[in-house]
């Protein structure tokens, strides 16, 4: 049974940094793109960012490309958003996923799996 846990959620001024972590178990995680979505109150869930098997292509949702950074390491079975220059309207619940393909998607239904989620609050 596959399991991601996020980690790193928590109150920043704007303008300032965080820094989510994702540790998956129960597959090959060098096998899958791993990606980040999030969810604000009264909002539809968003793709964030994501990252394909071996690290080394990226994609970004247009609002958050420049000031967020998708990362893994397949030696720790974990992936990683640096979150830079927040801003009030990056705060949300922002979850980890595991895609069912080796190259990053941007659609949230290829997903098989999501972590239970991490709430990040901007404050300004």
């Known amino acids: 049974q596959v399991q991601l846990v996020e980690s790193g959620g928590g109150l920043v001024q704007a303008g300032g940094s965080l820094r989510l972590s994702c540790t998956a178990s129960?597959?090959?995680?060098?096998?899958?793109?791993m990606g980040w979505s999030r969810q604000a109150p009264g909002k539809e869930r968003e793709f964030v960012a994501a990252v394909n098997w071996g690290g080394d292509t990226t994609s970004y949702a247009d609002s958050v490309r420049g000031r967020f950074t998708i990362s893994r390491d397949n030696a720790k079975n974990t992936v990683y958003l640096q979150m830079n220059k927040l801003k009030p309207e990056d705060a949300a619940v922002y979850y980890c996923?595991?895609?069912?393909?080796?190259?990053?998607?941007?659609?949230?239904?290829?997903?098989?799996?999501w972590g239970q989620g991490t709430q990040v609050t901007v404050s300004s």
């Open positions: 129960g597959r090959t995680f060098s096998n899958y793109a």
């Open positions: 996923g595991q895609a069912r393909t080796a190259a990053w998607t941007r659609t949230l239904n290829t997903y098989d799996y």
